[in-house]
């Protein structure tokens, strides 16, 4: 029997959720829904100056409100010992060793093998000092940083999405996995937990590629029993090819989730943009697993626009019912026996929820009437003939027909100016449904 199907989403709490590590958590939540197995969410918090609870709290808070739940949470700064524990097992098999250059000494090596024509990679100088050298440059500058002695052959496995992949290691510098103030980095507890959690899959952003090399060498090291299966999704972009990480920051879940973008609008572009499969709007989770492979992605990078969320949000609320949305609606101040006739009329016409904002200000307060010039004689006529409020759903038929019969128009002519006149848009909803909901006329006044 093949092991149970383990993903994870290891964000650092750093910041918010973005549109590009939402690819990240969605690619592993729906590999581990659709095989029926475990998708932990892993706080990756080995920083205690950058990790903040905040973003903890809000990450959890935007996971949720998408509806991508979690099996499990782990903690990786509840896990210190276990990440000692792997070091010393590195530093017993002599693939761990301490270094003690400065970053300016870093930085004139490198330049130095850059003017060689060398590839930049650490010399591991340190290797050749002896313990009396190593104690007097302790006594010196305090503890070393500890690297990871790479094996220098290339680093080979079947990316789920990249295909055969080969890393050169002779290219790569011996990574540091402890700081010299102790600090445990990332690459080392990724390791350690993915091999103790028995993550089988890892789905994350192509920048990591370099380091999945690293990984699979730490791992081998370690005893390597439960190497995960690897995919590295491509970066987004924006709309024109252009770079987004500078953007991404603008690109918050919480910012969209203010802006009225539905959860469903999001998975489920994000659940196909960049793959084979064509976008559609799902409105339950149970069809974006269905359809969902992760084989399907390509590695060019994948064009998001912001924009293509409203249209598929306006699409979903169009499913709903005046019931389903009556918060909104009675917090606007509609009027209860007005609430379902008011979504009737405007559903169809809107985004995102916000828009019946300006729906409502607009049957309240009346809208601003368009009146052209050759039409205001026969504006001002018919207003005179618009029968008291309220209105109902005859109204607009007994008007207009009254209006016609009074005035001689008829068709275009006579429909365009009535509704410019009253709702200030050339198109819109069916008038009669229109007009029992407005409570004011501005057009009668002049
Ligand atoms: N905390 C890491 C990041 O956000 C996790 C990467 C991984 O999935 O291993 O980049």
Known sequence: ???????????????????????????????????GGTFILRIDDTDPERSKEEYVDGIKEDLTWLGLHWDRVERQSERLEKYNAAADKLREMGRFYEAFETPTELDLKRKKQLNMGKPPVYDRAALNLSDAEKDALRAERGDGVWRFKLDNQRTEWVDGILGD????????????????????????????????????????????????????????????????????????????????SKRLGTLALRDLRA??????????????????????????????????????????????????????????????????????????????????????????????LHDLDGWWAMFRDGAEPVIEDADRAFVAQAMAMLPEMPFDENTWSQWTAAVKEATGRKGRGLFRPLRLALTGQESGPEMAAVMPLLQTVRARQG
């Open 1 to 35: 029997m093949s092991s149970p199907t383990i993903t994870r989403f290891a964000p650092s709490p750093t910041g918010y959720i973005h549109v590009g590590n939402l690819r990240t958590a969605l690619m592993n939540y729906l590999i581990a829904r659709k095989a």
């Open 165 to 244: 992949i080969s890393i050169d290691s002779s290219s790569v510098s011996d990574p540091v996995l402890i700081r010299g103030d102790g600090q445990i980095l990332y690459t080392l507890a990724s390791v350690v937990d993915d091999t103790e959690m028995g993550v089988t899959h890892v789905v994350r952003g192509s920048d990591h590629v370099t380091n999945t090399a690293t990984q699979i060498q730490i791992m081998e090291a370690l005893g390597g029993e439960n190497v995960p299966s690897f995919a590295h999704h491509s970066l987004l972009t924006g709309p024109q090819g252009e770079a987004l």
């Open 259 to 352: 802006q009225g973008v539905h959860p469903f609008a999001l998975l489920s572009l994000m659940a196909r943009l960049g793959s084979s499969d064509p976008v559609e709007l799902r409105t339950d989770m149970e069809s974006l697993i269905e359809g969902f492979d992760i084989g399907h992605f390509g590695s060019a990078p994948t064009k998001f626009d912001v924009k293509d969320l409203f249209p598929l949000t306006g699409r979903y609320l169009q499913t709903l019912s005046a019931a389903d949305v009556a918060d909104k609606i009675e917090s606007l101040g509609v009027p209860a026996d007005k609430a379902a006739q008011f979504w009737a009329v405007t559903h169809e016409n809107i985004e995102t």
